[in-house]
Every structure is written in C-alpha cells, then in structure tokens.
C-alpha cells in the first residue's frame, strides 16, 4: 500500500519521486494527505506527464516539489512548468532528453532540469552542467561519483 511505502522512505531517509499516471483531483489529494500523515511533507518529490495532475498537488499543496515530465521539451513545455510555481515551490522538467537551447531557456524561465534514463557513467559526466538530475535503471550514485573522479 501506499502508506507502507512512504512509511519505509521515512524509515530509510529516502526522497521518493511519486510519479502520477492517473487521478481526481480527490485521489490525488488523499495521496497528499498520507504523505502529510506521515511526516514526509516536503521530503517528496510528484512527477507526472500531466500537468492537470500536477495542479491538483499544487493547488492543494503549495509547498509540493513537482517535476513536469516530457519527452524532448518544447518552449511551450517550459511555460507549463512556470505555471506550476508557487512562492512556495520547486518545479523542474524531468526530459529524455534536451538541447542546449532549451537548457537556456530552462535558466531565463528559472527551471531546474533533470534527464532520464542515461545508463551509461560517461554520458552523465557530458551532460549540460545545468541538469540537476539523473534517473538511472541501473546506475548506482557511487560508481557516477568514482567515475567523476577520473576525470
């Protein structure tokens, strides 16, 4: 169950990504409670391709960390994720991938980037220095950071 879930990320210090597929703005709002419930607020982070969903979790949670996923972003996607900030908030592009001309239109829009999937170590350590993410399937931190080292 959820609970459960969250209750161990508490235990273990884990930042959870919630990624949402689908959902009313009700149900959404219950995933929220529970994550207030158990102290985790602020120490999760929401992503979704939907931005509906995401306003749910904004509009209900101010303060919510949200990541807006797209395939290769677009000026009109970067727009959509400023309309996702509060005063309160982060918000950041979760990308598969990304160009330099959108990097800088991430930094005039003041949104953070990060990427997903990259596999490969060498492949992070040449990604744009602004990418402040990675998702991996099967990279472990560690060997990223040694990989760093090397260089």
């Known amino acids: 169950r ?3 879930f969250i209750t161990l990320c508490k ?3 884990l930042h959870p990504y919630i990624e949402l597929k689908i959902g009313s703005q009700a149900q959404i709002e219950s995933l929220v409670d529970i994550v207030e419930k158990a102290g985790m607020r602020g120490k999760v982070t929401w992503i979704s391709f939907s931005a509906t969903l995401l306003g749910y979790v904004k509009n209900y949670d101010s303060k ?3 990541g807006f996923v797209v395939g290769t972003p677009t000026t009109a996607d970067i727009a959509t994720a400023v309309s996702l900030k509060t005063n ?3 918000v950041f592009l979760d990308v598969a991938e990304i160009t330099d001309a959108i990097v800088d239109e991430c930094i005039d829009a003041h949104i953070p980037a990060e990427i997903w999937t990259v596999d490969n170590p060498t492949t992070i ?3 744009n220095k602004y990418i402040s993410g990675v998702t991996s399937n099967s990279l472990k931190a560690s060997v990223v950071l040694y990989m760093a080292t090397l260089y």
């Open 11 to 13: 235990d273990l210090a």
């Open 64 to 66: 919510a960390r949200l």
């Open 125 to 127: 350590k040449n990604l």
């Open 2 to 4: 959820f609970e459960e």
């Open 88 to 90: 309160e908030n982060e």
